[in-house]
């Protein structure tokens, strides 16, 4: 099973600030973090995500397109970073999730979200 795991944003991460000391701390752990689900085999790929001021969204409306220019308000609706992990299921899924360091300097959220797999699709 390939799970999406979605680190959401703050208020500090969409205004780019990560205090040191902390921010060295909290990198380091990370990288233990990572490491230990590469060796599990689990980690695909996983990597940080700007503040949203420097992305940009397409909104479709049959043919129009619209482009909106961040930041994007509902700071809790963004997302700072990402992994993609293969996983048995989403009980390994979640003890993964329960072992990772804290993110963020304060509070924060992680979301796990399946990905479909071609049996989802097929006509049955």
């Known amino acids: 099973?390939?799970?999406?795991?979605?680190?959401?944003?703050t208020a500090d991460s969409e205004q780019g600030l990560y205090p040191e000391p902390q921010l060295s701390q909290?990198?380091?752990?990370?990288?233990?973090?990572?490491?230990?689900?590469?060796a599990a085999g689990i980690l695909k790929m996983a990597?940080?995500?700007?503040p949203s001021s420097a992305g940009k969204r397409v909104a479709f409306d049959g043919p129009r397109r619209m482009v909106?220019?961040?930041p994007?308000?509902?700071?809790?609706?963004?997302?700072a970073?990402?992994?993609?992990?293969?996983?048995k299921d989403m009980d390994?899924?979640?003890?993964w999730v329960k072992r990772c360091p804290n993110p963020m300097a304060g509070e924060s959220?992680?979301?796990?979200?399946?990905l479909y797999e071609m049996s989802d699709l097929e006509a049955g």
């Open 1 to 9: 099973m390939r799970v999406m795991v979605l680190v959401k944003a």
């Open 26 to 38: 909290m990198m380091a752990e990370m990288g233990e973090y990572n490491a230990a689900l590469e």
């Open 47 to 50: 990597d940080g995500l700007k």
């Open 68 to 70: 909106i220019d961040g």
């Open 72 to 79: 994007f308000a509902e700071t809790k609706e963004l997302v």
């Open 81 to 87: 970073g990402f992994w993609l992990w293969e996983v």
């Open 92 to 95: 390994e899924a979640v003890a």
């Open 109 to 114: 959220m992680i979301e796990i979200r399946p």
